[in-house]
């Protein structure tokens, strides 16, 4: 199982920018699937995070401003990002809880993708 993200890059700020991630390989089952983010000389944190049922839940810094979603059926989740400001420049990683068929339940992350924002 791995996760592929797609969609950073460089962004003026107040532009937008849609990231995707595909989850591949053999699974059975995607439970939550999310999306953190790791500036340089920062911890990684929580941007956003959504359930199998469609539930979400934002960090107060990204509410109003980005939106995830997700696929079941293409097994990727999604971060809409509105408005991007200088200070959301970091890698952005997709993390999702996944249970394998043959290798159980397990928490997989994505190899990141950089979304730079200019002022």
């Known amino acids: 199982v791995y996760l592929v993200e797609s969609g950073g890059g460089l962004v003026q700020a107040g532009g937008s920018l849609r990231l995707s991630c595909l989850a591949s390989?053999?699974?059975?089952?995607?439970?939550?699937m999310g999306w953190y983010r790791q500036a340089p000389g920062k911890q990684r944190e929580l941007v956003a995070v959504?359930?199998?049922?469609?539930?979400?839940n934002y960090a107060d810094s990204e509410k109003g401003r980005f939106t995830i979603s997700r696929d079941n059926a293409k097994n990727t989740v999604y971060l809409q990002m509105n408005s991007l400001k200088p200070e959301d420049t970091a890698v952005y990683y997709c993390?999702?809880?996944?249970?394998?068929?043959?290798?159980?339940?397990?928490?997989?992350w994505g190899q990141g993708t950089q979304v730079t924002v200019s002022s």
């Open positions: 993390n999702a809880d996944i249970t394998a068929q043959g290798s159980g339940f397990g928490d997989y």
């Open positions: 390989g053999t699974i059975f089952r995607i439970n939550d």
């Open positions: 959504i359930t199998s049922g469609g539930s979400t």
